[in-house]
């Protein structure tokens, strides 16, 4: 992980210039605009920020746990226990209050990451054997994860924001792909082939292959005419959508068995 740790303290400021855009497009707006519906079902945009906030004050508590040789759990009190309560607001708070406390949480978890050296960046945050979440994962992972929520929910929001970063996506689409090896695909999507193979092509950067053999799943960077049974190819911002779940704004090629293609998202849900 030391050439993602090089990357901390960008990864950071794109973290706090993000946070910043969603904290803009959500102040002007009165309570009926933060209750609106947001592009994920089931939340609006207070929802959003909520988490959001709850994220930023987790992983500024993590960092400090990291650093003085302490485990560190995203949910301490366990996720079943604790996760419904970080999507709402607290007690006696109005949903502008909410913002602003995003904001204030932000600030405060760019400053604990402003002061990590390029060692810092890669010391592992351990999770307690008894509280497993995240998984054990280097402080620059964590800060990829807290860049991935912040920019998927700033477009969540339907507000207008810029695009994805080229940092994000240059950064995450690796990472997201390396994420599959050692999952199993979920039995919601139905059976697969005894062996399925996936390539992804992004036209403006790598190739990545997927195989699964039962359940064993190996993804691998690719050469880009590799053999596979599907060959999906498109922008790499728009195969890390795939990947996240989320929409695709450009064309997405696709040849090879079409069916199996539809079931890839299905046999992995992002994120």
């Keep these: 992980m030391s050439s993602l740790g090089e990357r901390g303290p960008e990864i950071g400021e794109a973290v706090v210039a993000r946070t910043s855009a969603i904290v803009e497009a959500l102040s002007p707006l009165d309570d009926d605009g933060l209750g609106a519906p947001s592009r994920l079902p089931d939340w609006n945009r207070l929802t959003i920020a909520c988490h959001l906030r709850y994220g930023a004050e987790t992983l500024t508590r993590m960092t400090s ?3 003085a040789g302490r485990t560190a759990s995203y949910y301490p009190e366990g996720r079943a226990r604790e996760r419904d309560g970080t999507l709402r607001q607290r007690d006696g708070e109005t949903a502008r209050d909410v913002v ?5 949480a932000g600030d405060a978890l760019h400053a604990a990451w402003a002061k990590l050296d390029e060692h810092q960046w890669t010391v592992v945050a351990h999770e307690p054997s008894d509280n497993p979440d995240i998984g054990s994962e280097p402080l ?3 800060a990829l994860l807290r860049l991935t929520e912040v920019e998927v929910h700033g477009e969540d929001l339907d507000l207008g924001l810029p695009d994805w970063s080229g940092l994000f996506v240059e950064l995450a689409l690796p990472f997201r792909f390396a994420r599959l090896r050692g999952r199993r695909p979920d039995p919601r999507a139905g059976a697969l082939p005894a ?3 996936w390539l992804f092509v992004a036209s403006d950067g790598p190739a990545f292959r997927i195989s699964v053999t039962g359940e064993a799943v190996e993804s691998r960077p690719a050469e880009r005419d590799e053999p596979a049974d599907v060959v999906i190819d498109g922008s790499g911002r728009d195969l890390l959508a795939l990947v996240l779940g989320r929409r695709c704004r450009g064309p997405i090629g696709l ?3 079409a069916p199996l293609a539809e079931m890839f998202p299905r046999a992995f849900p992002g994120p």
């Design 65 to 67: 746990d990291v650093i």
């Design 100 to 104: 602003a406390s995003l904001a204030r």
């Design 140 to 142: 620059v992972v964590l």
């Design 195 to 197: 062996r399925a193979t």
């Design 255 to 257: 040849s090879g068995d």
